[in-house]
């Protein structure tokens, strides 16, 4: 079993940064495929960003060039620097894991096997 837990989130104003924490409990954490969604209320969860085993990144066009998804394997866990924050970038992100998502499959959350519990980001304008 898998526990995500994320941390990090909170309230910033538009151009302000945050950098959430995505902490997993699990065995051989390296081989997992780490994704960010996000989720506004009434509408489905949204790719922000993932990272594979190999370390290659991928983002949604929404975020490229402010956002930032790395990984520590040793400490079992991810990161999203989220720089130039805007106030459509409110909402609750939420991390997810899966050890054999295919390349094609990542930008969809129901190809996730596990996921935290989330964290509220608000950005005011």
């Known amino acids: 079993q898998v526990q995500l837990v994320e941390s990090g989130g909170g309230l910033v104003q538009a151009g302000g940064s945050l950098r959430l924490s995505c902490a997993a409990s699990?065995?051989?954490?390296?081989?997992?495929?780490i994704g960010w969604f996000r989720q506004t209320p009434g509408n489905e969860r949204e790719f922000v960003a993932a990272?594979?085993?190999?370390?290659?990144?991928h983002y949604a066009d929404s975020v490229k060039g402010r956002f930032t998804i790395s990984r520590d394997n040793a400490k079992n866990t991810a990161y999203l620097q989220m720089n130039s924050l805007r106030p459509d970038d409110t909402a609750r992100y939420y991390c997810?894991?899966?050890?054999?998502?295919?390349?094609?499959?990542?930008?969809?959350?129901?190809?996730?096997?596990?996921w935290g519990q989330g964290t509220q980001v608000t950005v005011s304008s």
């Open positions: 990272i594979r085993y190999s370390r290659t990144t």
């Open positions: 699990v065995s051989g954490f390296s081989r997992y495929t």
């Open positions: 997810a894991a899966d050890a054999g998502i295919i390349l094609s499959s990542i930008p969809y959350s129901r190809n996730y096997d596990y």
